[in-house]
């Protein structure tokens, strides 16, 4: 802000202190100081807050302070926030994987015992409220110019028609030559398939992958030809039977590789419960619920550090504690896909990267039923969606979403300021313009819903992680009604790579995370992960007393009805049940608010009734908030909505 005539204002927010601290100073430094000091008196006022709203920022204890990669609202009002390794090297090689229990409410604090490296893991709330994390780091990438010994992809054949094979991690394959390459996993593989056809017995073999690395440095490791690798310790049959081939172990650049392990987060008993694990390996994956309870698991790289073929997708049943098969259809990793209320997932094209330019990129209608992909058109710079923000526009029976900022593929430099909004209830579903960013080109921006129908969005960066501190500290409101952005008070902390905002249950936002790759504007010191943590409190909380919600039921049907106590059941004009975010990456697909009918009003309560469609509102919980006819909201109330 620049300062212009300060007149009692500059007397009333200096202060006798800070003159005697502005004396000694130069005139751009007494100048920078004065502007900074009445900046700090302006958005300290009731009605600049009453506009714009107001931050508010929290260091945690040290011992508290983790590397915020993961956050999911839990059914208990409190934040899980998942670190893992927190993308830090030497924590990954040291075992030290972290989980963070905040709650925002009594502001208290709670390390989890993390079972597995988290990093980069897929995430969503089960309808019982359970959270389902599935996959994770396997092992760190190293960057070209820093790999010292030979590594690939070992494929394991096993030969035998009557038994699977275990290979455990420490493997050792050898090569004809004595050339002597280990496995960094424990790898199964099937029996091999018989087929009988009068006196004819055909057995093919079976095949699994497994990442191995050769036992000694150099270039003398490096293989480009297709070689038969005896494993070590094996005698007989088995000898025979199981074997390795590769045609490629080099010294190239060795992407993160995933892990296939799956855990429930219980929030009553506050600790990880093992789950079966997935059939692949993954990394960056995307965990999307489902109008009947499931989850379906798509993308990731492999434990190779591949990224999957579109043939690797898997459901999740909660039911039975089961993994299957799911239709085929590819997507780069991270991928933004939202349930609509026809069932079909629609795929915005948001994504964090990982995977060709050229393919899976194009946004479009997938049908599960069918396994088809309808490609949906009109979106502008569709070469601009990695680290993307995409998100379900409230009320959630518009059935419309919008694609906010984004990026180029890999480390580019570009970055647009594009917002475009399709309606999926149009017969033939187009993107259409919506206003630009005003903060221009935008990566990494992270979108909430409000409890008003409204959007907030904040910080991300102009160029790829924050180079040069590119960081950009804006924050807007879209309101879909008018297809406008309002400003919002501008954020004091940078928030690009690895950030993530959340709606907490009292109506405020919060926000964490960031992951500069440098903390300098010519990009030599490397960059510093922000633990600080950020709280948006809206103007509405800034409007005066809020609708009070003093009971509710905490479970109700699909296409039922609920009746919730409220001492100004004249005052209340709406009614949402809003899913609880669960995001990482820019990316939450969980979040979603769905509009409630208003449906008698009685002495001290209100009857709303709740839609029957699951692929709507599926199962699970959720916030209920009313607001008022200023649409300012009560605090919310929790509640499950069942099949």
Same mark, same amino acid.
């Given at each position: 802000?620049?300062?212009?005539?300060?007149?009692?204002?500059?007397?009333?927010? +200096?202060?006798?202190?800070? =003159? !005697?601290?502005?004396? &000694?100073?130069?005139?751009?430094?007494? @100048? *920078?100081?004065?502007?900074? /000091?009445?900046?700090?008196?302006?958005?300290?006022?009731?009605?600049?807050?009453?506009?714009?709203?107001?931050?508010?920022?929290?260091?945690?204890?040290?011992?508290?302070?983790?590397?915020?990669?993961?956050?999911?609202?839990?059914?208990?009002?409190?934040?899980?926030?998942?670190?893992?390794?927190?993308?830090?090297?030497?924590?990954?090689?040291?075992?030290?994987?972290?989980?963070?229990?905040?709650?925002?409410?009594?502001?208290?604090?709670?390390?989890?015992?993390?079972?597995?490296?988290?990093?980069?893991?897929?995430?969503?709330? +089960?309808?019982?409220?359970? =959270? !389902?994390?599935?996959? &994770?780091?396997?092992?760190?990438?190293? @960057? *070209?110019?820093?790999?010292? /010994?030979?590594?690939?992809?070992?494929?394991?054949?096993?030969?035998?028609?009557?038994?699977?094979?275990?290979?455990?991690?420490?493997?050792?394959?050898?090569?004809?030559?004595?050339?002597?390459?280990?496995?960094?996993?424990?790898?199964?593989?099937?029996?091999?398939?018989?087929?009988?056809?009068?006196?004819?017995?055909?057995?093919?073999?079976?095949?699994?992958?497994?990442?191995?690395?050769?036992?000694?440095?150099?270039?003398?490791?490096?293989?480009?030809?297709?070689?038969?690798?005896?494993?070590?310790?094996?005698?007989?049959?088995?000898?025979?039977?199981?074997?390795?081939?590769?045609?490629?172990?080099?010294?190239?650049?060795?992407?993160?590789?995933?892990?296939?392990?799956?855990?429930?987060?219980?929030?009553?008993?506050?600790?990880?419960?093992?789950?079966?694990?997935?059939?692949?390996?993954?990394?960056?994956?995307?965990?999307?619920?489902?109008?009947?309870?499931?989850?379906?698991?798509?993308?990731?790289?492999?434990?190779?550090?591949?990224?999957?073929?579109?043939?690797?997708?898997?459901?999740?049943?909660?039911?039975?504690?089961?993994?299957?098969?799911?239709?085929?259809?590819?997507?780069?990793?991270?991928?933004?896909?939202?349930?609509?209320?026809?069932?079909?997932?629609?795929?915005?094209?948001?994504?964090?990267?990982?995977?060709?330019?050229?393919?899976?990129?194009?946004?479009?209608?997938?049908?599960?039923?069918?396994?088809?992909?309808?490609?949906?058109?009109?979106?502008?710079?569709?070469?601009?969606?990695?680290?993307?923000?995409?998100?379900?526009?409230?009320?959630?029976?518009?059935?419309?979403?919008?694609?906010?900022?984004?990026?180029?593929?890999?480390?580019?430099?570009?970055?647009?300021?594009?917002?475009?909004?399709?309606?999926?209830?149009?017969?033939?579903?187009?993107?259409?313009?919506?206003?630009?960013?005003?903060?221009?080109?935008?990566?990494?921006?992270?979108?909430?819903?409000?409890?008003?129908?409204?959007?907030?969005?904040?910080?991300?960066?102009?160029?790829?992680?924050?180079?040069?501190?590119?960081?950009?500290?804006?924050?807007?409101?879209?309101?879909?009604?008018?297809?406008?952005?309002?400003?919002?008070?501008?954020?004091?902390?940078?928030?690009?790579?690895?950030?993530?905002?959340?709606?907490?249950?009292?109506?405020?936002?919060?926000?964490?995370?960031?992951?500069?790759?440098?903390?300098?504007?010519?990009?030599?010191?490397?960059?510093?992960?922000?633990?600080?943590?950020?709280?948006?409190?809206?103007?509405?909380?800034?409007?005066?007393?809020?609708?009070?919600?003093?009971?509710?039921?905490?479970?109700?049907?699909?296409?039922?009805?609920?009746?919730?106590?409220?001492?100004?059941?004249?005052?209340?004009?709406?009614?949402?049940?809003?899913?609880?975010?669960?995001?990482?990456?820019?990316?939450?697909?969980?979040?979603?608010?769905?509009?409630?009918?208003?449906?008698?009003?009685?002495?001290?309560?209100?009857?709303?009734?709740?839609?029957?469609?699951?692929?709507?509102?599926?199962?699970?919980?959720?916030?209920?908030?009313?607001?008022?006819?200023?649409?300012?909201?009560?605090?919310?109330?929790?509640?499950?909505?069942?099949?």
């Amino acid at each position: 802000m620049k300062l212009h005539r300060l007149g009692r204002a500059r007397r009333f927010a +200096l202060g006798s202190t800070a =003159v !005697l601290t502005v004396a &000694g100073m130069n005139a751009p430094a007494v @100048l *920078d100081f004065v502007n900074a /000091r009445y900046h700090a008196y302006v958005i300290s006022r009731p009605g600049y807050m009453a506009r714009y709203g107001s931050w508010q920022t929290l260091e945690f204890p040290k011992e508290f302070r983790v590397n915020a990669i993961h956050a999911t609202l839990l059914r208990t009002g409190k934040v899980l926030i998942v670190a893992g390794s927190g993308n830090d090297a030497q924590d990954f090689a040291a075992g030290t994987f972290k989980t963070l229990l905040w709650d925002p409410e009594k502001n208290t604090y709670k390390l989890i015992p993390t079972p597995a490296d988290l990093f980069c893991s897929g995430h969503t709330s +089960l309808p019982d409220g359970n =959270v !389902l994390v599935a996959g &994770g780091t396997q092992r760190y990438e190293q @960057l *070209d110019g820093t790999v010292t /010994r030979a590594a690939g992809t070992m494929r394991v054949r096993n030969e035998n028609p009557d038994a699977a094979r275990t290979l455990p991690k420490g493997t050792v394959f050898t090569a004809p030559d004595g050339r002597q390459y280990q496995s960094d996993a424990d790898v199964t593989v099937p029996a091999a398939t018989k087929t009988v056809d009068g006196a004819r017995v055909t057995v093919t073999a079976s095949e699994q992958h497994v990442f191995v690395e050769a036992l000694v440095k150099g270039q003398s490791q490096v293989s480009s030809v297709e070689t038969q690798y005896a494993i070590k310790g094996l005698t007989g049959a088995d000898a025979h039977n199981l074997y390795g081939m590769t045609d490629r172990l080099s010294l190239d650049k060795q992407d993160f590789q995933g892990l296939r392990t799956a855990w429930e987060f219980n929030p009553d008993t506050e600790m990880y419960q093992p789950l079966p694990p997935m059939q692949y390996a993954r990394w960056y994956p995307t965990l999307t619920g489902l109008g009947d309870g499931r989850v379906i698991t798509v993308s990731g790289l492999d434990d190779t550090g591949q990224i999957l073929p579109g043939t690797s997708n898997e459901f999740f049943d909660p039911a039975t504690r089961t993994w299957s098969k799911a239709p085929d259809q590819y997507f780069p990793t991270y991928p933004a896909l939202f349930l609509t209320a026809s069932g079909k997932l629609f795929y915005s094209g948001s994504n964090a990267g990982y995977g060709p330019a050229d393919q899976g990129r194009t946004p479009g209608l997938w049908d599960l039923g069918t396994d088809r992909f309808t490609a949906v058109p009109g979106l502008r710079d569709p070469g601009l969606l990695e680290t993307s923000s995409s998100v379900l526009l409230p009320p959630a029976q518009s059935q419309k979403v919008m694609v906010l900022g984004g990026g180029g593929v890999g480390e580019s430099p570009l970055s647009t300021a594009r917002t475009s909004i399709v309606d999926l209830t149009a017969p033939d579903p187009s993107f259409t313009p919506g206003p630009d960013l005003p903060a221009g080109g935008t990566r990494y921006l992270n979108s909430v819903i409000l409890p008003d129908d409204t959007v907030f969005t904040t910080g991300g960066s102009a160029d790829y992680r924050g180079k040069h501190r590119s960081d950009l500290l804006k924050a807007q409101i879209y309101h879909p009604d008018s297809n406008t952005f309002t400003p919002a008070a501008s954020p004091t902390v940078g928030r690009d790579y690895h950030s993530e905002a959340l709606l907490l249950p009292d109506g405020r936002v919060v926000v964490l995370g960031s992951n500069p790759l440098f903390d300098d504007k010519a990009d030599t010191e490397p960059g510093t992960f922000e633990q600080r943590v950020e709280i948006w409190t809206p103007p509405y909380l800034h409007h005066g007393p809020r609708p009070q919600l003093t009971d509710a039921p905490d479970r109700v049907a699909l296409g039922g009805s609920l009746t919730a106590s409220t001492p100004d059941p004249a005052g209340i004009a709406t009614a949402r049940l809003m899913r609880p975010s669960s995001v990482t990456h820019a990316t939450d697909v969980e979040q979603r608010s769905v509009a409630l009918t208003i449906t008698g009003r009685t002495a001290g309560a209100v009857t709303l009734g709740l839609p029957g469609n699951p692929d709507l509102l599926p199962p699970g919980w959720y916030q209920l908030f009313v607001t008022d006819t200023e649409g300012t909201p009560s605090v919310a109330r929790w509640v499950q909505v069942t099949g």
